[in-house]
Nanobody
Framework: QARLEESGGRLVQAGASLRLACAAS????????MGWFRQASGREREFVAV????????YYSDSAKGRFTISRDNAKNVLYLQMNSLKPEDTAVYYCAAHGSSTTDFVQSERLDYWGQGTQVTVSS
């Protein structure tokens, strides 16, 4: 059965770094574009970053650009999000998702195929 499972979220201080991971099992996720979203308490889920199936193309939200790096290891079926210079406003539940094969497919779709359950990231000031 298809499954995405996030890990790595925890409480950190502002300015710290954190790496999230998303382990994929089931379908051939190495052929999917995969990405990260986040949802802060009381706010709508927002896009963070996406990477295409081969890892050769990435796209970031303005808030993530320059601080976050998305990557993937297709041999291990794992997606990563390296987050540096964390700010309190980065506090949210972070979700990974999979859809299509290109970053364009992922970003333009209104409904993504697979979602994980989320991992909490809390950044204290």
């Amino acid at each position: 059965q298809a499954r995405l499972e996030e890990s790595g979220g925890r409480l950190v201080q502002a300015g710290a770094s954190l790496r999230l991971a998303c382990a994929a099992s089931g379908p051939t996720f190495r052929s999917y574009a995969m990405g990260w979203f986040r949802q802060a308490s009381g706010r709508e889920r927002e896009f963070v970053a996406v990477i295409n199936w081969s890892g050769t193309s990435t796209y970031y939200s303005d808030s993530a650009k320059g601080r976050f790096t998305i990557s993937r290891d297709n041999a291990k079926n794992v997606l990563y999000l390296q987050m540096n210079s964390l700010k309190p406003e980065d506090t949210a539940v972070y979700y990974c998702a999979a859809h299509g094969s290109s970053t364009t497919d992922f970003v333009q779709s209104e409904r993504l195929d697979y979602w994980g359950q989320g991992t909490q990231v809390t950044v204290s000031s």
